[in-house]
Every structure is written in structure tokens, then in C-alpha cells.
């Protein structure tokens, strides 16, 4: 993991971008801890530098008022990575047969699985890099999308101990049956007026997870629209599974 800059901002919080070989991200560090701080793993749908104040926001927070570290990634394919063609290809496909109407299954697992196969991985190599810094000692918790990547990292990755999931994205059927071995604490996040989510998939998600503690946070408005206040919720949620 190489720093290539740092700022420390006006709420003391610690602000690095950083590169762990092709993949680039930023880690939030609270402005001063007596011992290694729990980590949250903020997920995104890719585009890192559109999303980036929107990303600051909660990790700051979360640095700023609990003392947990936080950090993101870019997705593989997304931002300033080089495209992937089959997914720029499968993505094209799937804004066609929505408006045309016709069914989106086969496009959403070309799209979606292969993504999976690739940004779990790296998410793992970013959490090896990240744990091995002094500052921060874990547990760990996930936060964020792409849903279906938070599910695989639930299932896979022993040292994530929580998860706040965002619905609003495709979930191929293979991640349906992933979700249903998912046994740690969620939280699952959804737009009821989301008007690019399947409220019912979103719903008929949630309850296939196997987790026997999971809470649904259902607010109305579009995609966009998330309420301030889930900030703090979804604070308090990891406050209560890492400290």
C-alpha cells in the first residue's frame, strides 16, 4: 500500500489516498485514538470521484464521532481503471431491455457475477493492507454496495463481523443462494421509491439472508433520497457489533 497524499481536515479526521497496485482508494482515520481503531469497509457502485463526497461524509463521520477507521475502493472497470469491455458491453444490454421491457436475468449475471469474481478479491487484499497498518486493529464491517459484492464478502471473509447493505442494485439469482449462508449481524438500507431497484427483489432479499439478526431500514424517496439520519444509524449499528 503506497500514500500518495494526505490532509488533515477541519474535524481532526486524517484523510489519505492511497494505491495498492492498480487499485486506488482512500482511508479516514479518527485525529486521535488511544488504541487501533475498528475499520468499515465503505462500499460503492463505482466512480470514485463522483461519489467521493458523498463517501466522505459517512466515513468522516464515523471517524469523527465513534473512532472508527474507514476506507474505500475503486471497483474494478469503474472511475479512472481501465473499462472492461464485457461489462460495458453487459451494462449497454441491460439499459436496452429495460426499456425495452424484455427480460434482464442472463444480462444481469454478465454483468454482475464478473464483477463479483473480481472486486471481492481485491477487497480482501485492501483489508490485508489495511490491518497490517498500526492505527487500525479491527473488527471489521462492510457498509455500502454493490449488494451483491457485499454478500459474497459476507460469506467469504471471515474477518467481517457486521454489514449495513444498500439495496438498489441487480442481484443474480447465484447471490440470492449466497445470501441465504450469510450468518453476521445486517442492517439492509432501502429506497422504497428507488425507480432503478426491484422493491420487491429488495425485500424478497432480505428475506432469504440466514442471519438471525438482521433489521430492514425502509425510507420513502428515490435512489438519492436517503434520510441524513441513516448516517447515524448505520454508525450506531457498527458501534454496536465493533466496539
Wanted: glycine residues 10%; proline residues 7%; without cysteine.
Amino acid at each position: 500500500m503506497r500514500f500518495t497524499s494526505e490532509q488533515r481536515l477541519d474535524d481532526g479526521v486524517l484523510e489519505r489516498e492511497f494505491t495498492l497496485g492498480e487499485i486506488p482508494g482512500i482511508l479516514w482515520t479518527p485525529g486521535s485514538a488511544s488504541a487501533p481503531a475498528p475499520l468499515i469497509l465503505v462500499g460503492h457502485p463505482g466512480g470514485l470521484r463522483e461519489m467521493r463526497p458523498r463517501l466522505a461524509r459517512r466515513a468522516r463521520h464515523y471517524a469523527a464521532e465513534y473512532g472508527f477507521a474507514a476506507a474505500t475502493i475503486e471497483l474494478p472497470g469503474a472511475g479512472d481503471r481501465p473499462r472492461l469491455a464485457a461489462a460495458e458491453q453487459a451494462r449497454s444490454d441491460l439499459r436496452r431491455a429495460i426499456e425495452a421491457g424484455e427480460p434482464v436475468d442472463e444480462i444481469v449475471d454478465a454483468l454482475v457475477l464478473p464483477l463479483v469474481e473480481r472486486a471481492v478479491p481485491e477487497w480482501q487484499t485492501t483489508l490485508d493492507a489495511l490491518l497490517s497498518l498500526p492505527e487500525i486493529g479491527g473488527p471489521v464491517g462492510y457498509e455500502g454496495g454493490v449488494i451483491s459484492v457485499g454478500i459474497r464478502l459476507a460469506v467469504v471473509e471471515p474477518r467481517i463481523s457486521a454489514a449495513n447493505l444498500f439495496a438498489g442494485s441487480f442481484v443474480p439469482a447465484a447471490l440470492f443462494e449466497e445470501a441465504r449462508r450469510v450468518t453476521i449481524p445486517l442492517q439492509v438500507l432501502l429506497q422504497w421509491d428507488d425507480e432503478g431497484n426491484d422493491r420487491q427483489a429488495a425485500l424478497d432479499l432480505f428475506d432469504t439472508f440466514g442471519t438471525k439478526e438482521k433489521t430492514l431500514h425502509a425510507n420513502l424517496g428515490g435512489h438519492t433520497g436517503v434520510p441524513s439520519f441513516e448516517i447515524d444509524a448505520g454508525a450506531r449499528f457498527f458501534a454496536r457489533h465493533l466496539s
